[in-house]
């Protein structure tokens, strides 16, 4: 009998090419994905290089770091901006890879683009210039961010050298409870483990909760893995992942669909394979969470007090300078906290559930007077189902408006940018010190909860508001 | 491209004793513009270097001529969040080439080593220590030594192992890079595609 393997270990042993001795392994990548921001110097090292790119089939690039949300049929104002889409453009047709620029219909965030356009398949290795890569690990892909210098190795030799991971398991037993979304299974885990509770492992997450979430739900999950300091997650394929897989345009199709199939089966770990952290926690201690802080870790459920430097894992310096960022105190409580902005998007919440989620809320309801809110689909693809589906009929009713695709106030690398000591009530992954401009102050959350916010113009638990209803 | 050559840098360091420094801080995306490798060291730790007017926060250790060197010490954590190796670059075109801490991001220890710096991991304990020695006289000078894997305070002669991979310190010490070591094997990598179903 053989030994029993972890899905990590299936799939990444499946790409080793080569073990160095004393050293990484040599891991063939099945999917590249680029963008404009991290890639240009790695083509600039290629042309310095005189190489070509391996396999240009493997390689997609799309635009989204760094485009405007609004008029995006005018040129981008910011030169450097501009400049930065020109090069991906230019880079792209020299090399033969296929481009979904600006204005492209299937253009977004490439997060959400890749697993929407059935390029991101269960059982692949999966590598792109940018942290959240690990989203599509919830299709049981090894996906994980790398470094321009990487950029260049993949586009040059369709290889990049790891050492592997440890690996973990998160275990999520039992049914989360009312206004509990992916979103804040994935804070909690983030506020139990810390900022850095990850850090040299992949993780796997397990149990009931994972296994009745949607596709939308699981890349929220494995897109926010990265914020506990993994490299990435990843959970097995099931029926669930081969529905939302078939059909799509590039995904696999008739005898190629079928031979995979039965492979993709196999995608899961074994009974009695061993991990080198197995961590559990139970659904029903989970209720919606917010950050009050400035690292992801620094979360809580929203009903909760801000706690005491003594009680959380960070060096209390630390910790007092991250409140005293925020403009918080120890013990405060979360609920009324004033918000300035409410972002929902981003290549953690920028899918159509999210904006399902964000309407079932502010149906009937109206934006609050003291609230700007900032709503960006992450790509043409779901901007369309929020018009087929009648959701922009219902924000439109509601005072909100819709933006164009793209990462936006995420990382607020183009113009929407939340003005300094202003607060934010966002959907997307990251709070740290002028993430979203210079001085803005973020707090991370549900879809639900950044609607109860928009529609109360403070932190609300989105509980009260769906017992309304 | 590939890095300069690293064996021993001898160094006054400079003290960053904050924990979880990410990499948005070290450099904000709105600085992420350029399509060339040059000039990030300017923006290096842009919002805790600068005021709104672009002026230099007095209270910022980079703005204190006291410390200078080409170590910098971070707290535990160092170098989280981003993947962005516009980061590295900035630490690299200050004039940093090594950067030390009890605990690193794994992208950014990746993206160091990718651009020629060494990032040291030290116990807590020893962090301390150095931290310590910096406060008491900035000018004390660490001496890392990759050959033999150890950091150690010339003043007291303190000293520390660290952990680096034969390969990867192979590749430092000669200069090598990652992408000359995978296009020697071009062969082997091509049959591999032929083998893979999607």
Known sequence: MSTPKTLFDKVWDAHVIRQVKDGPDVLFIDRHFIHEVTSPVAFLGLEGRGAPVLFSERTFATADHNTPTLNQHLPVADPLSANQLDALERNAAKYGISHWGLGHIKNGIVHVVGPENGIT?????????????????????????????????????????????????????????????????????????????????????????????????????????????????????????????KGR?????????????????????????TFDLDLTFDAANIEPQITYGTNPGLGTGVTHQIPTAESVKDGSASYKKSLQYMGFAENESMIGKPVDFVFLGSCTNGRIEDFRAFASIVKGRHKADNITAWLVPGSHVVEKQIQ?????????????????????????MNEDKIPAGKYAVSTSNRNFEGRQGPGARTLLASPLVAAAAAVTGVVTDPRILIDNE | ???????????????????????????????????????????????????????????FVLNNPTYSGKILVGGKNFG????????????????????????FADIFRNNSINV????????????????????????????INLPAQTITLLATGDSESFAINEYKKHNLINGYDDIDYLLSMKTEIEAFAETRPF
Not at chain 1, 249 to 255: C, D, I
Request: hydrophobic residues 35%; charged residues 20%; contains cysteine.
């Open chain 1, 249 to 273: 345009e590039l995904s696999p199709k008739g005898e190629q669909w079928d031979k995979l199939v039965p492979y993709w089966q196999t995608l899961k770990t074994d009974e009695g394979a």
């Open chain 1, 388 to 412: 087929e589906e009648g959701i922009l009929d219902i924000l439109t009713q509601a005072g909100f408006e819709l933006r164009q695709p793209g990462c936006s106030a995420c990382l607020a």
């Open chain 2, 1 to 59: 491209m590939a890095y300069d050559k690293f064996t021993i840098l001898r160094s006054s360091a400079v003290p960053m004793p904050n924990e979880n420094v990410d990499t948005d801080q070290i450099i904000p995306a709105r600085f992420l513009k350029a399509t060339e490798r040059k000039g990030f060291g300017d923006n290096l730790f842009r919002d805790w270097r600068y005021n709104n007017d672009n002026t230099p926060k007095a209270d």
């Open chain 2, 116 to 143: 020629g710096i060494l990032p040291v991991q030290v116990s807590p304990e020893f962090l301390e220590t150095i931290f310590a020695a910096i406060e008491a006289d900035p000018t004390t000078e660490l001496e």
């Open chain 1, 121 to 245: 398949l269960p059982g692949m290795t999966i590598v792109c210039g940018d942290s959240h890569t690990s989203t599509h690990g919830a299709f049981g892909a090894i996906a994980f961010g790398i470094g321009t210098s990487e950029v260049e190795m993949v586009l040059a030799t369709q290889c990049i050298m790891q050492p592997k991971p440890k690996k973990m398991r998160i275990t999520v037993n039992g049914k989360t409870g009312k206004g509990v979304l992916p979103k804040d299974v994935i804070l909690y885990i983030i506020s139990q483990t810390s900022a850095s509770g990850a850090t040299g492992y992949f993780v796997e997450y397990a149990g009931e909760v994972f296994e009745n979430m949607t596709m939308e739900g699981r890349m929220t999950v494995c897109n926010m893995t990265i914020e506990m300091g993994a490299r990435g997650g990843m959970i097995a394929p099931d029926q669930t992942t081969l529905d939302y897989l």
């Open chain 2, 80 to 103: 989280s969040g981003s993947s962005r190796e516009h980061a590295a670059w900035a630490i690299y075109d200050y004039g940093f080439r090594c950067v030390v801490s009890s605990f």
